[in-house]
Nanobody
Framework: QVQLVESGGGLVQPGGSLRLSCAAS????????MGWYRQAPGKQRERVAT???????SYDDSAKGRFTISRDNAKNTVYLQMNSLKPEDTAVYYC???????????????WGQGTQVTVSS
């Protein structure tokens, strides 16, 4: 079992910044990919950014230049620094972690509970 705990969402004015955090715990042998996704009302969940255990990151076009994903492998934690936020960034943000469980080597693909980000004046 792998659990994810997210934090850092909230209400911010356009142009403001927020930093999301997601800590993974449990039966983790290795984490391969960590990422952030978001889902706005009435829309499908979409990828925002991902980062591999080697530090290679990838961003959706809407996040490039404004958002930065990073990870602390020692803490099994992934962060999303969001700058220059726009109203269209309003959504529930979900953390996703993919890796292998300790002991049995089984693959896991876990999701956080989601954290609300609202960008509004």
């Amino acid at each position: 079992q792998v659990q994810l705990v997210e934090s850092g969402g909230g209400l911010v004015q356009p142009g403001g910044s927020l930093r999301l955090s997601c800590a993974a715990s449990g039966s983790i042998y290795r984490i391969n990919v960590m990422g952030w996704y978001r889902q706005a009302p009435g829309k499908q969940r979409e990828r925002v950014a991902t980062i591999t255990n080697g530090g290679s990151s990838s961003y959706d076009d809407s996040a490039k230049g404004r958002f930065t994903i990073s990870r602390d492998n020692a803490k099994n934690t992934v962060y999303l620094q969001m700058n220059s936020l726009k109203p269209e960034d309003t959504a529930v943000y979900y953390c996703n972690v993919v890796g292998l469980e300790v002991g049995n080597g089984k693959y896991f693909d876990s999701w956080g509970q989601g954290t609300q980000v609202t960008v509004s004046s």
